[in-house]
């Protein structure tokens, strides 16, 4: 499958599922399609990385497979595990089967329990796989992914190595928590997202919210831009930027003074403490 025919079709198609892509991500996602290989997306929370490895999907027709990372995580939750209730069950059912044709017997794919990594892998339509937040699991998960992510292949004791049919499409994100190693990178394209310009951004939230008039766009973004000039611990993202545009849509309000940021500002910040720095620096009155 050719997942886009060039840079400008990668932009133009991604366009068309609603994540408007720069040329910097345009090429990098045509380049992970055309060379079959991982594409690593890095940047601050909330800059639509995950939303890009969801708009190539929407783009080409994949089904999306996505593995959410998180501490503690480990090859029964990313890989695959027995089902071991069952396999108890059949032994008890075999009687006086001898143990190697018992054996033979509840290792198979009757048996196997699929997460993620081995889910995309195995599917022989266009998939998706999406491995998001990396940098949450711990050092030891990124030795399972180099397997997958070098030969696209995984290596199941009891069954031997299954091999991909069809290569997924795989996105890996990163809010750069910790470094992730070298060999890793190495198997991988790198593309760093940061929050767009004022003009861009205004441009995603005028396509995600068409009833939005441009005066009120421009006041979104600019104190967005504003608060994100603050020392927060969330600064917003570009999904709290268009929340925060169809809020006012919704309420009909039609000029973002201060009453109205005061009011609504729990849209756009989430922490307490957040939202009494920007009352403080924006000079709201509460």
Known sequence: MTWFASPADAAARLGEAGYLADAATATTSYLSGALEK???????????KTELAKAVGRATGAELVRLQCYEGLDEARALYEWNYKKQLLRIQASGDQAWEETHDDIFTDEFLLTRPLLTAIRRAEPTVLLIDEVDKTDVEVEGLLLEILSDFQVTIPELGTLV????????????????????????????????PDAEREREIVRRQVPDLDERIARQVVDTVGRLR?????????????????RTL???EIGDLDERAVSATLGVVLKHASDQE??????????
């Open 277 to 286: 720095r920007a009352v403080k620096e924006l000079r709201l009155s509460r």
């Open 229 to 245: 000039d603050l020392e927060l611990k969330k600064a917003p993202s570009i999904a709290e930027s268009v929340d925060w545009a």
């Open 164 to 195: 991909a049919v069809r290569r997924p499409f795989v996105v890996l994100t990163s809010n750069a928590s910790r470094e992730l190693s070298e060999a890793l990178k190495r198997r991988c394209l790198y593309l760093h997202l940061d929050y």
């Open 38 to 48: 991982p594409l690593l997306v890095e940047g601050p929370a909330g800059v639509g």
């Open 249 to 251: 849509v919704a309420l």
